[in-house]
């Protein structure tokens, strides 16, 4: 009978375990989608943030309530479960709305966390109310780590099915209210296993043995409030180094997710079997977590990340180690203090409300920014250090012995001075310690580590946000001026303008060069990419010169302004504000910036520009595979009663307004002027110019089959295709664009002379040239589509009758560089070092600034027998980039027989000279 009793109970105790999984995985899931909007609403930069410290809020409160619960367990579940399962299909609908109506900030960042916590709240009811469930005779379990555990492991999966999938495949409403079954699934079944339960619905009997060397509950309470603050401030330091080792976007979210909530889950569920039971415990279990919170300011742990070629194992690597230890706190905190088991559980998960109120606004907003990851981390472990001698005493009354403190001691001082001395851990990421790189700027603000580096092997400079090449001083991105130009000219009275992402400066500095722009404001979320715009002179033209640069708006009449904070929340405080809005900012299918290019979006963009304004809009059509790129450009195209599509380069540049635009020569300056000189150079020094890049109307533009809106931001969520299968998306995305293809406007065409035509004629002939360039270099076959000739036939006909065109020129350039360039490696491999030579010292007069081509030439000319040659091309390549030798190219270099006595040679007189000319 006793035996059949056991299994009975040990048959529902799996069941509350899978009750606990299921209501965790609503939990999560519903926390990822409310948390993955809560910008919208509270603003992005500091939505996370907010909406974290509400969710955690609501749920804290929810868990002390459910603890406060003695009777009716069971019942309370099933309301719990129904509560729930309504309120996490509602929260997210409201949430949304809130984002989305024209209320003022206030209203909206009101509704916003009112959403999240209400969420949150019956969410919270679970666990305490489980917990009473596993042993209701005695007043709820004696160890909860394993519903602990189990409601960790089951946020996981919700995090992965509901907040991921789901939302990818139906949108995040319809994934909300899968959450909402999940959460209802989880009452029916808790209610099911309590009412059958001896005593599940009658008074609880507290008869237990309280531990030996318990705590008091204020002591209990300020560990879990602090470890709350410390495992977020882990999370967010994990996610900023996962978003520069794996890329930021959606899948690497959700990785350093799963891997934190898989990584507290083992922790809960084996620490408290290995640790001792009281006080000691928890100072085994705060050492432990110290020493994992460490783990990225070793110096190796970037070789063992490395190691892992999985996405998700390098997420465990660089998250888990931190937060492992952490999971088990709740647990032995809950077997240390005395009282009945679930009325502990719901007092204590109350202190998660201030820690998480706390952890994230000082990590993200205060601790980062002053002190980079690395500092932040060594602040973090010295004060928790503080508190292992509470702990670690041996008996309940001795609370600071000289042991105990001396560890402490000795411990602050082990993370304090290493970790405020030591290497930034996100310098030594894959993408920042690229020896192609030389790091010239450094520095992480509460949005973005920012980095400018000298690119020896591309010969450019660049920005780096995270690990996103933003943008740099290569030919690849004149378009970003052309971003500044094209609207402006386009506008008959452009008086006020406004750019939203100032990355260099380059955009903004093209509109500078305009002198009717009276006041250009410039929006960009992260003080610290402004304050690397010393570093791009060259293509700002020193535009954070004409006003009060990072002063904010204070100076009504300054001729530039910047706005510091969410760009969709600042138009929406100016409205009717700007002749001209021009933007670009990170790519479409991040989760970063998805909501610049949505519908909802472009409605609230319309409404801050002033009577026949217009929008700017970049598209990448080289970053984006095709459903995504006829998405975001037919949400563009659909906002605006008219709109054009146009193409420079490889980058399709959208203008919409109410009306289509007037082009008039006008518009345009006189030879002699500085502005004309920049227009030259891009081909835009008249109406010509602009009507050779016009593309089509967007009207024409084919409807998306799945619309992008801030309910359903699906291209988020897409799998992005991996290997040569990209190389693929920039043809086709070119080829859509040839598709439709018709003529300019005929007031366009009436406003300009007849050389209009003949432009655009070249334009669409090099537009056909750059298409089979690109196909041909991903190795799709001629086959794909037979109406395209070969590039070769593309460009001759260019350098025949337009090889006048700055545009033109700019890509022969290139199919020159990168033929010579290939074709001499290839020489190279094949023996045949005289032709190498040749091709490859052509290549390096086409890209003189070219570490890698540089290193070739010393390849061939050592293997002729010039070894003055050898050295002289080695020493070039070497001053571009100091450890040329070490990137891919270099190590192509020595396999086709680059001797390393030469290498080590040339890096000595190349620095014997740096040293000579410091002399000097």
């Given amino acids: 009978m006793e035996a059949t009793g056991r299994i009975g109970a040990g048959k529902r105790r799996a069941g509350l375990l899978a009750a606990a999984a299921l209501s965790g995985a609503a939990g999560l899931g519903t926390e990822t989608l409310l948390l993955s909007s809560a910008g919208l609403a509270l603003g992005y930069g500091r939505g996370v943030a907010l909406g974290l410290g509400a969710w955690f809020a609501g749920w804290a409160i929810g868990a002390w309530f459910g603890g406060l619960i003695r009777t009716g367990a069971a019942r309370a579940l099933l309301v719990a479960g129904i509560v729930a399962g309504a309120l996490a299909g509602l929260s997210v609908i409201l949430l949304l709305a809130a984002g989305g109506a024209a209320v003022s900030e206030t209203a909206a960042t009101a509704l916003g966390l009112l959403a999240i916590f209400v969420a949150a709240l019956p969410q919270g009811f679970f666990l305490p109310l489980l917990d009473r469930l596993w042993s209701p005779a005695e007043g709820g379990a004696r160890d909860v780590s394993l519903l602990y555990a189990a409601s960790l492991a089951g946020g996981a999966l919700g995090a992965i099915w509901i907040g991921t999938s789901l939302a990818g495949a139906y949108g995040r409403p319809t994934a909300a209210w899968c959450a909402g079954a999940c959460a209802l699934a989880a009452g029916v079944l808790g209610a099911m296993l309590g009412r059958r339960a001896r005593g599940a619905n009658g008074t609880q009997s507290e008869a237990r043995t309280d531990p030996p060397d318990s705590i008091a509950p204020a002591l209990a309470g300020l560990v879990i409030g602090l470890g709350t603050a410390w495992s977020i401030a882990l999370q967010w330091i994990g996610l900023r180094l996962a978003v520069l080792w794996l890329g930021g976007m959606q899948p690497t979210l959700t990785a350093v997710l799963v891997a934190a909530l898989l990584a507290f889950a083992a922790g809960a569920a084996v620490l408290p079997r290995l640790v001792p039971h009281g006080r000691r415990g928890i100072g085994a279990v705060l050492l432990l977590a110290l020493v994992g919170s460490a783990w990225p300011l070793l110096p190796f742990h970037a070789v063992v990340v490395a190691a892992f070629d999985a996405p998700f194992a390098r997420a465990l690597f660089l998250v888990g180690p931190g937060v492992f230890a952490l999971g088990a706190l709740v647990p032995v905190v809950h077997r240390a203090t005395r009282g009945e088991s679930s009325r502990r559980l719901g007092g204590m998960l109350l202190h998660e409300s201030w820690g998480a109120l706390l952890g994230a606004p000082l990590v993200q907003w205060i601790l980062v920014p002053r002190l980079g990851l690395g500092g932040t981390l060594a602040v973090l472990g010295a004060v928790m250090s503080l508190l292992l001698p509470l702990f670690l005493a041996r008996k309940s009354h001795a609370r600071w012995t000289v042991r105990p403190a001396l560890l402490a001691l000795l411990l602050v001082t082990l993370f304090l001075i290493p970790g405020l001395r030591a290497t930034q851990p996100a310098l030594v990421s894959p993408k920042l310690a690229d020896p192609a790189f030389r790091v010239i700027s450094f520095t992480e603000d509460a949005h973005f580590a920012v980095t400018v580096v000298q690119d020896g092997v591309l010969g450019e400079r660049t920005l780096l946000t995270d690990d996103f090449r933003a943008t740099g001083t290569g030919e690849d991105y004149l378009y970003m001026r052309v971003l500044g130009h094209l609207p402006v000219l386009l506008h008959p009275d452009p008086r006020r303008t406004c750019v939203l992402a100032f990355g260099t400066g380059t955009t903004a500095g093209a509109v500078a060069l305009h002198p009717e722009v009276e006041r250009i404001d410039v929006l960009e979320l992260s003080r610290a990419v402004c304050e690397q715009a010393q570093f791009f002179f060259e293509v700002n033209h020193g535009v954070y010169d004409e006003g009060p640069w990072l002063a904010g708006e204070s100076d009504p009449d300054a001729r530039v302004a910047l706005h510091l904070g969410d760009g969709r929340r600042t138009l929406a405080r100016h409205p009717g504000a700007f002749d001209v809005i021009t933007m670009e900012p990170l790519l479409p299918d991040s989760p970063f910036a998805v909501y610049l290019y949505t519908a909802e979006f472009y409605a609230r963009a319309k409404s801050a520009l002033a009577p026949g304004g217009l929008l700017c809009q970049w598209v990448p059509p080289h970053a984006l595979e095709p459903a995504t790129f006829d998405a975001v450009i037919d949400a563009f195209t659909r906002a605006f009663p008219w709109s054009g599509v146009f193409l420079f380069g490889t980058q399709v540049i959208l203008i919409g307004g109410e009306r289509e635009p007037t082009l008039s020569a006008a518009r345009f300056p006189p030879e002699e002027s500085e502005l004309h000189a920049a227009l030259a150079a891009l081909g835009l020094d008249g109406p010509d110019g602009v009507i050779a890049r016009f ?158 081509v540089h290193l070739f030439v010393a390849v061939a000319a050592e293997r002729l027998g010039q070894p003055e040659l050898a050295l002289k091309a080695s020493m070039r390549a070497l001053r571009l980039c100091p450890r040329v030798d070490e990137t891919p190219q270099g190590g192509v270099a020595l396999r086709l027989g680059l001797s390393r006595a030469l290498v080590e040679r040339a890096r000595r007189d190349a620095s014997l000279l740096a040293r000579m000319r410091m002399m000097e």
């Fill in 695 to 852: 593309v089509t109307n967007g009207a024409r533009w084919p409807t998306s089959a799945r619309p992008l809106t801030d309910a359903d931001p699906w291209v988020v969520y897409a799998r992005r295709r991996r290997g040569r299968a990209v190389l693929a998306d920039l043809p086709d995305n070119l080829r859509t664009l040839r598709l439709l293809e018709e003529d300019p406007p005929i007031a366009w065409r009436t406003a300009s002379d007849a050389s209009a035509l003949r432009r655009l004629d070249g334009a669409r002939l090099l537009h056909r040239a750059r298409e089979a360039w690109e196909a041909e270099r991903a190795g799709l076959p001629p086959s794909r589509d037979e109406s395209l000739d070969s590039a070769d036939s593309y460009r001759a006909a260019l350098r025949e009758g337009f090889a006048d065109d700055p545009e033109v020129q700019v890509f022969e350039r290139l199919a020159r560089f990168d033929a010579a360039r290939t074709s001499g490696v290839v020489a190279l491999g094949a023996g045949q070092d005289g032709i190498a030579l040749q091709l490859l010292l052509e290549a390096a007069a086409l890209r003189p600034r070219r570490g890698d």
